[in-house]
């Protein structure tokens, strides 16, 4: 359990210690050390879509630093992250149950018909979300300054994560109360 607290900061840390690495170590040298935490990571990912997300994520971020710019690659991380499970939430609107049913299934195993139609359109919207993000943190990446891509990917874009977990919540005690 401690570990994986441990993890997760880290994890959640990550542009924060890419920031701070690149101020004082040679990109290619913060590799290892930021690769070593998304295998951790991986290790600790409970599904497999989780660990896809991880891998595929920790894959590109290899990719970009190796084959292109150690700075853009080490930077590539909260896109990748994004696009993933844009891919993950995405495909379950092809599957017979989406995440976010799965989900909710899990406190709700008899969900209603209307609780299925209302997951899918969270589902959507989260998927909106992550295309959003994913365009941003592309942006930061590519055309701001150090300082405005870890404000964004360390902070505001986990801000709009909270608001749009908050939004939801809103939405979904007002759509109980109506059913």
Not at 33 to 50: C, K, Q, T, Y
Request: aromatic share 12%; net charge positive; proline share 4%.
């Amino acid at each position: 359990m401690l570990i994986r607290a441990l993890v997760t900061l880290l994890t959640l840390s990550y542009p924060f210690l890419v920031y701070w690495g690149l101020q004082r170590f040679d990109a290619l040298a913060l590799l290892p050390v930021l690769m070593a935490v998304l295998i951790l990571r991986w290790l600790g990912g409970e599904h497999a879509r989780d660990r896809f997300v991880i891998a595929a994520s920790a894959l590109g971020v290899l990719a970009v630093t190796l084959l292109w710019d150690p700075h853009q690659g080490l930077k590539l991380y909260p896109v990748l992250v994004n696009l993933g499970l844009l891919v993950v939430f995405g495909s379950s609107l092809f599957a017979s149950q989406t995440v976010i049913e799965r989900l909710a299934r899990i406190k709700e195993p008899t969900l209603p018909p209307e609780g299925v139609r209302y997951t899918r359109k969270v589902t959507q919207a989260w998927c909106l979300f992550f295309m959003f993000n994913a365009a941003v943190s592309t942006a930061t990446m590519l055309w701001a300054s150090e300082e405005v891509w870890v404000l964004y990917n360390g902070l505001i874009a986990y801000l709009l994560i909270g608001v749009m977990l908050a939004v939801e919540w809103l939405v979904r005690q007002r759509v109980r109360r109506r059913a």
